[in-house]
């Protein structure tokens, strides 16, 4: 079969990928790379992908952490398509709860959408399940159907022809996926086991004839874990004991009884710490029968109320039970707006090749990929890979294009958050605000720091709030970006809607400030991560605490320089940057220059 790249010729490493992506296929392995904007990572993995999966009836999974990488993917296959001629079908999918048309379900979280979902569809009360299997509208789908395996489309571009269509979207696209070579998904479509043997069997594909292609790597130990965790609180477990009462009375007692259990453990918190390492056996001992009990009762309030406490209650319960010394258990305290206290149990996963350890036994190859996958032997480690095909590839952007700048004017550091230093920071960030032209964004560690130095900011800017939803996102970025000819700036949080996967190209972004390093709250969660990966690897403090946040700061570096044309200015802002244990850990491409003042940046400007 002919080559399938859909491009007249390589960018710099590109076909280097190619033939690493080609080797691991062949032999069966799995591959880590680090590969930076530029280098065009996904055609160089889909076009040897699809064309063995093709050749060897293998079917491509396409795995992404975040909606909006679907669209580079789509573009990419249509591109492949269109060039070599080749008939193939695609089905892209995001969480099936986005995937609902309906109106009623805007407050269930997935799990409680999942059992909402089984519940209408086995009670005939969906009318767009209906529609989709109703025999007397067959033309209807036929139509629909050969519609969507002609085009090569996104799942926003389905979901409206399905609901424009009154039919079932997510049902659409399952038919769609058996007999799709490249199918479009989430991590928590594989990652999550339960989910995984669902969909696997809905879409009539084995996880052995996959290639599995995981972008944005770099979020899949903090995915995984996160999957694999748990916690209950006294607020959740005084609405469970609500539902009990409404919708079980016998059950209620014993619900009361779980949160008493959870308030006497708040004694081993005593009145100055709030947060401690504690054991199984501090909390009420639950039995499979009281559990079966619960989930009994909560599908009845899902079923009747959409959303289910109840069934927070019994996910926490049964992963509670079991005995893994790859789990921390940590209970805490902390309080409302008005003062009351509350008390939190955490079962929280350390280990995320717990999730992937299935996955990779049972697949045919898994590709890891990442701009900011560094260092290649730290997630080798995480991941519990064996062998892998182990590949960095260096920026491919002319380096005088871009100036990286640390200035070690400020510190946020905790002994030195203080109001001299928000003003001190607030009095660079104003500098720095006068003198870059076009569009710049400030990150910082915090919303709470970000907080203190917009208090001696005068001058107008974009802010990003916590819990910030996609429309309030994009209709920011969508301001931003028309205010480039004029300059605006955007204070950002290096963890937050903004300090990843927005690609701001050409003219759209000219600088980058990351005040600050942005370090996670060193709290007991942390330093049990830090204790498991010292036992693990001997690297605890690398791999839990300092890696992170590098990882962090090169993704908001990232956001600036986004093709071989584009010029910008990343700072650097704060002492430790200058310290020889925190430059160590920048990739080695990076050209990093110390100062004292902004003459460089102004220099570089003149030079723009």
């Not at 065009?40 to 999974?61: F, M, Q, R």
């Not at 395996?149 to 039919?167: F, G, S």
């Not at 989930?295 to 992963?319: A, G, H, P």
């Not at 100036?403 to 500098?431: C, W």
Request: aromatic share 10%; proline share 3%; hydrophobic share 35%.
């Amino acid at each position: 079969m002919q080559d399938l790249f859909p491009f007249d010729s390589y960018r710099k490493g590109q076909e280097s990928f190619i033939r690493v992506v080609n080797t691991a296929l062949n032999h069966k392995k799995d591959v880590l790379a680090q590969v930076p904007t530029g280098v065009g990572k996904t055609a160089a993995t889909l076009a040897p992908s699809l064309k063995y999966a093709i050749e060897n009836d293998k079917t491509v999974l396409f795995l992404t952490s975040k909606h909006t990488h679907h669209k580079v993917v789509v573009d990419t296959l249509k591109q492949i398509k269109e060039k070599s001629d080749i008939n193939f079908q695609v089905a892209d999918f995001i969480g099936k709860r986005w995937m609902c048309p309906r109106e009623d379900i805007s407050n269930l979280n997935s799990m409680e959408f999942r059992e909402f979902c089984k519940s209408v569809v086995e009670n005939k009360e969906c009318e767009y399940y209906e529609n989709y299997r109703n025999k007397e509208k067959i033309f209807v789908k036929k139509i629909l159907i050969d519609e969507l395996k002609t085009n090569i489309l996104n799942v926003d571009e389905l979901v409206d022809k399905c609901r424009n269509a009154e039919v079932c979207s997510f049902e659409a696209a399952s038919d769609l996926a058996k007999k799709s070579r490249v199918i479009i998904l989430d991590y928590f479509h594989v990652l999550n086991s339960g989910t995984r043997e669902r969909f696997f069997k809905k879409i009539g594909k084995e996880l052995k004839d996959c290639i599995l292609i995981w972008d944005e790597a770099h979020n899949l130990p903090s995915r995984a874990r996160s999957l694999m965790s748990e916690h209950v609180s006294t607020i959740s477990l005084d609405s469970a004991v609500r539902e009990a009462g409404k919708f079980n009375q016998e059950l209620e007692p014993e619900i009361v009884e779980i949160g008493n259990s959870l308030l006497n453990m708040s004694s081993k918190l005593g009145l100055k710490k709030n947060e401690t390492i504690v054991s199984k056996n501090d909390f009420i001992s639950v039995n499979d029968e009281l559990i079966t009990k619960i989930y009994e009762t909560s599908s009845k309030v899902v079923e009747e109320e959409q959303r289910s406490y109840l069934n927070s209650l019994v996910n926490f319960l049964q992963i509670w039970k079991k005995e893994n010394d790859k789990f921390s258990r940590i209970l805490k305290r902390s309080f409302t707006r008005t003062g009351k206290p509350i008390i939190s149990l955490f079962y929280n996963c350390l280990d995320p090749s717990i999730v992937l350890d299935p996955i990779l036994e049972e697949s045919h190859s898994n590709i890891f990929m990442s701009g900011t996958l560094y260092p290649l032997t730290m997630y080798e480690e995480m991941f519990g890979l064996k062998l892998p095909l182990k590949v960095e590839y260096p920026n491919p952007f002319p380096a005088e294009n871009r100036l990286d700048l640390v200035v070690p004017a400020i510190s946020t550091k905790f002994d030195q958050r203080n109001g001299q230093m928000y003003e001190k920071i607030a009095h660079h960030v104003s500098e720095l605000m006068g003198i870059i032209n076009g569009n710049k964004i400030f990150f910082f560690p915090s919303y709470a720091i970000m907080g203190k130095v917009l208090e001696h900011i005068d001058e107008e800017t974009f802010i990003e709030s916590p819990g910030m939803d996609k429309y309030s996102r994009e209709l920011i970025l969508k301001k931003f970006i028309s205010m480039k000819d004029k300059g605006a700036t955007l204070f950002a949080v290096s963890s937050g809607s903004f300090g990843e996967s927005i690609d701001l190209d050409g003219d759209k972004l000219k600088g980058v400030i990351i005040v600050g390093v942005p370090f996670a709250r060193n709290d007991l969660e942390i330093k049990e991560l830090t204790r498991y990966y010292d036992e693990r690897f001997g690297k605890g403090m690398e791999y839990a605490y300092i890696m992170p946040a590098f990882t962090s700061i090169m993704q908001n570096a990232g956001r600036c320089i986004r093709s071989e044309t584009d010029k910008g200015i990343i700072i650097y802002l704060d002492e430790r940057y200058a310290w020889g244990n925190y430059r160590k850990n920048f990739p080695e491409h990076i050209n990093l220059k110390g100062a004292r003042s902004y003459e460089d940046v102004k220099d570089f400007m003149r030079g723009d």
